[in-house]
């Protein structure tokens, strides 16, 4: 058994592309990834180490989505099940556009965040807002993100080096 999960939604663009980017820099033969969509609440106890990512859902709350969000589904499953994560530790990444979006910028990281810490887990993978442009994001405090937050449409040359500097954070 791996160690680590990688956890990602949307399949296909910029989540999927930095999920396997962070799934790549981790040790080999360490770690499993896989979209939310692959995976039930109860996989995720067999974890050490949870990382979890997903993009800016285009509305103000996550009530007001439409559609078929598969995070939402996934933590109401999560929520549903009772599955408790504590001793399991856990951290964040997140898609967004600073620029067209800028009020709610990676709010989706709030989000998920909280939801891990109600089933248990403890939070890792702060990330400082320094040099972000953006009004307002629920996923921001005190000068740091509850996560890794990337633009990929704004700043999508940095999130490389963003990325790698996390990972090693994090390990």
């Keep these: 058994m791996n160690n680590t999960i990688v956890l990602y939604w949307p ?6 592309h930095s999920a396997y980017k962070i799934y790549s820099l981790l040790t080999p033969g360490t770690a499993d990834i896989f979209n939310i969509e692959e ?3 109860e996989k ?29 589904l996934f933590l109401k ?5 009772g599955i408790n994560l504590q001793g399991i530790k856990f951290a964040v990444f ?7 979006y800028p009020h709610h ?3 989706d990281m709030a989000e ?5 810490i109600a089933m248990g887990a403890t939070p890792k993978g702060e990330w400082p807002s320094e040099g972000y442009r ?32 996390w990972i090693k954070q994090l390990i």
């Design 134 to 165: 953006f009004s307002a994001s629920r996923a921001h405090h005190d000068g740091k993100f509850v996560g890794l937050a990337l633009d990929e449409v704004n700043e999508e040359e940095k999130s490389d080096e963003r990325i790698s500097n």
């Design 105 to 107: 910028f990676v709010n």
């Design 39 to 41: 995976v039930q609440p």
């Design 44 to 72: 995720l106890m067999e974890y050490s180490f949870i990382i979890a990512g997903g993009s800016t859902v285009g509305s103000e709350t996550w009530e007001e989505v439409s559609g078929n969000n598969q995070w939402i």
């Design 112 to 116: 998920i965040h909280k939801a891990f």
């Design 94 to 100: 997140g898609l967004g556009d600073q620029i067209l």
């Design 77 to 81: 499953k999560c929520k549903e099940s």
């Design 11 to 16: 399949e296909g663009g910029a989540v999927d």
